[in-house]
C-alpha cells in the first residue's frame, strides 16, 4: 500500500492526500512532528520536508510536485488522453497552485491588519491570474477534476476554512474562483484529505488569539471583510484596535502576550 509521511496541517501533503483520494487509491499516512523530526524520516528524506510517499515497491520519493506527477503517470490519469501541450499547461497552473501555500501561510497568520492586508495582496494576484482562464466548467479545465484542480485545492479549502470562521474572504472579488472554490468544497476532498483533528490544529495556529482572523473571530460581529474592506468591515473601534494591536484579549495567550 502507499504511505505518505506528514505534518498535520500540512497544505503540501494535502496535495497528494487529496490526488489519491481523487483517485481513488488505498494508502497510509505516518504523522511526524516537523520540530522533533524521528531519526528515520532524516534518513530517508533528502530535504527533511514532507510529503514523502513511499510507493508500493518501497521506493521513497519526496518534493509534492514530483509525488504528484508520479501518482499521475503511475495509476490511472485523471484526464485520460490529454496531449503534451495540455500535460505541460496543467503542470504549470499546478506549479502556480503550489507556490502560493507559501504565500498564504503567513497571510494567514497575520498579527496585525497591514500584514494581513499586505500578504493578502500577494496572494490575489495569483487569483487575478486565475480568474482570467477559468471558463464555465465545474472545475479548473473541464467538468471533471484534474491536476490543476488538486494542487489548488489546499489553498482554496484553506480560504473556505478562514471565511467560515472569521468572515475573511481570500477570495472576494473573484466570482469564478468562488465558484471553483465551492465546486471543490462540495466533493468533499477537502475533509476527506486531512487529518481527523486538521481544524482543531489548523485553527489553533491560525485562528488563535496571536493572529488577526482569531481576534477578529472571537472579538468583532460577524462580517464578511476582505483586504480592501478590512477596516471598516465590523465599524467598531474595538474592532479597530484588534486590527492595528496584538494584545492578550484572554488567558490563553498566558503571561507571554500574544506577540511573544
Known sequence: MLKVISFTICPFVQRI???????????EVEYIQLNDKPQWFLDISPNGQVPLLQ????????????????LEDA????????SPVQVAHNRAWSYLGSKQYLIQCPAMGSKDGDSLKQHSAKLASAFAKVEKVLGGQRYFNSDSLSMVDL???????RAWIIKQHSGYDFVAGYP????????LMDTGLGQRSVADDFLEKFSA???SEQTVLGRIQRHCQP???QADTLDECCGQQQCRDILASCEPKSSSCGDSGCCG
Open 17 to 27: 492526500t487529496a490526488l489519491l483520494e481523487a483517485k481513488g487509491l488505498p494508502y
Open 55 to 70: 510507493t508500493e515497491a518501497g521506493e521513497v520519493l519526496f518534493e509534492s510536485d514530483a509525488i504528484a506527477e508520479y
Open 75 to 82: 495509476y490511472p490519469p485523471l484526464q485520460p488522453g490529454l
Open 151 to 157: 494542487a489548488w485545492l489546499p489553498v482554496l479549502h
Open 176 to 183: 469564478k474562483t468562488q465558484a471553483w472554490q465551492q465546486a
Open 205 to 207: 495556529y491560525y485562528l
Open 223 to 225: 462580517c464578511q471583510c
